[in-house]
C-alpha cells in the first residue's frame, strides 16, 4: 500500500517497485484518511479477498489533515 497525496509521486512509486520485480498488487490511497477506512475494513473495503491487508504501507509523512506520522 502506498499513502501518497501526490498520484505522480505514488505512480513513481509503484512503478519502481514493478520495475524490481515487486508482482503483489499495489494499492495507492491519497489520503490517510482513506488508507485509515481501508485499514479497518470500512466499507466499501470490508470483503478483504477483495481488499486484502497490505504486508507492506509506504506513507508519506506530510500528508494534509492527518500526517503520515500519526497514520
Not at 509521486?9 to 508482482?23: P, Y
Not at 481488499?51 to 506513507?59: A, Q, R, T
Request: charged share 20%; with cysteine.
Amino acid at each position: 500500500m502506498i499513502v501518497e497525496d501526490y498520484e505522480d509521486d505514488a505512480k513513481l512509486l509503484q512503478l519502481l517497485l514493478t520495475n524490481i520485480g515487486v508482482s503483489n498488487a499495489v494499492r495507492i490511497s491519497l489520503s490517510a484518511e482513506d488508507a485509515i477506512n481501508y485499514l479497518d475494513g470500512v466499507p466499501p473495503f470490508s470483503n478483504r479477498s477483495v481488499y486484502p491487508l497490505p504486508s507492506v504501507v509506504f506513507v508519506d509523512l506530510k500528508l494534509p489533515g492527518i500526517s503520515g506520522c500519526e497514520l
